[in-house]
């Protein structure tokens, strides 16, 4: 009897070994799967909150490409826009030409910065866009040549007018001109507030990326004009080339200096005559005054207009309008200051910048 229970008690105990092991297991594995869980719901949370400031950065860039200033304003912590103020993409008669620029726009986003805790962040964008430094150039050269004629027919215009044309000018310019484009790289701080993400504020590089690189025209137009009425100024802020003669040959003209002399002003005193041929390369008619500036100076100092005694039809062809394909004799008078070496400098007018300088230093004695 006892020896009967002692094998029940037996049996029994063997019977409950593995049972508690499977026990031990089953608790092991839950407790791995939650921690798994918690691992894994962590690291998705992270992820999820990391993805918002780099969407937002994605929305106010694709309102850039839209020109929607209203998209832009609202995706702004700061919801200030004024450093548009003083460009003409906000301008409605300019509306259709900038927004023919900016779809041509594209952007992928390089680099993000995310810090959780403080709701910060930084997303870099790649952006590769429509550089229109050739568009404008061709523009103001264009309006100004209009301006010319315009002037000589004894017409203004009102600003209005002015707006109109050169809005224009830059649609068909940006028709005719090739494309050619861009690329930077510009990181926009984002912010957490209230529960959304929002760009810190609206910088001088976006400005210059939906501008193609160019804020104002009518500021560009101002600073050519005043180049007309200030050579000098102009040809000094050209990039000199190594050329050292009068002999310049472009798209637009080719200017080469045939003749020099000395005469009389209508006071008596001595001027100087330079004789130039000019060309009119382009399509269009155009005059030396728009496509050229020349500069004369004697021992460093630049020499004044001169009013020459003589008529000189020369003179008047410097301002004359010339066909495509033709050539006719243009006139330069500096007044004099003794009979010294006097030095020439040559210069695209509305180069940008980036025009070459032509110069010569002639000999009076």
Not at 116 to 125: E, F, H, K, L, R
Request: proline share 2%; aromatic share 8%.
């Amino acid at each position: 009897m006892d020896t009967n229970n002692q094998e029940f008690y037996e049996d029994e105990e063997v019977q409950e070994i593995p049972v508690r092991k499977k026990k031990k297991k089953k608790g092991l594995i839950i407790f791995l799967v939650i921690l798994i869980l918690v691992i894994a719901g962590s690291a998705g949370y992270y992820f999820y909150e990391r993805q918002k400031p780099i969407e937002t950065t994605k929305d106010y860039l694709e309102n850039m490409r839209a020109m929607n200033f209203d998209g832009m304003k609202a995706l702004l912590q700061s919801n200030d826009m004024s450093a548009l103020d003083d460009a003409d993409i906000t301008s409605n008669a300019y509306t259709s030409f900038f927004k023919k620029i900016n779809e041509k726009m594209s952007y992928k986003i390089t680099k993000t910065s995310f810090h959780i805790q403080n709701g910060t962040a930084s997303v870099t964008a790649h952006i590769r866009y429509l550089d229109g430094a050739d568009i404008y150039k061709e523009t103001i050269t264009e309006f100004l040549k209009q301006i010319v004629s315009t002037a000589f027919s004894g017409s203004t215009l009102t600003e209005e007018e002015t707006e109109q044309k050169l809005a224009a000018l830059l649609e068909e310019k940006s028709s005719t001109v090739e494309d050619k484009f861009t690329e930077t790289d510009i990181t926009y701080p984002v912010i957490e507030a209230d529960g959304q993400w929002k760009i810190v504020a609206l910088d001088a590089d976006t400005v210059r990326v939906m501008s193609a690189n160019f804020t104002n025209v009518q500021d560009e137009i101002d600073q050519s004009l005043a180049g007309l009425n200030n050579p000098d100024a102009a040809a000094e802020s050209a990039t000199p080339s190594s050329t050292t003669s009068i002999d310049m040959e472009n798209d637009h003209f080719t200017l080469k200096l045939t003749q020099f002399r000395i005469a009389q002003e209508i006071d008596d005193s001595n001027c100087l005559m330079l004789y130039c041929d000019y060309t009119n390369n382009s399509s269009s008619t155009s005059s030396a005054l728009v496509d050229v500036q020349l500069s004369a100076s004697q021992n460093g100092e630049k020499l004044s207009p001169a009013v020459p005694k003589e008529d000189d039809p020369a003179i008047n062809n410097y301002i004359a309008e010339v066909e495509p394909g033709n050539t006719v004799t243009i006139c330069y008078a500096f007044s004099l200051n003794d009979k010294s070496d006097v030095t020439l400098e040559a210069s695209e007018a509305f180069a940008f910048g980036d025009g070459n300088v032509t110069s010569q230093t002639i000999k009076l004695q």
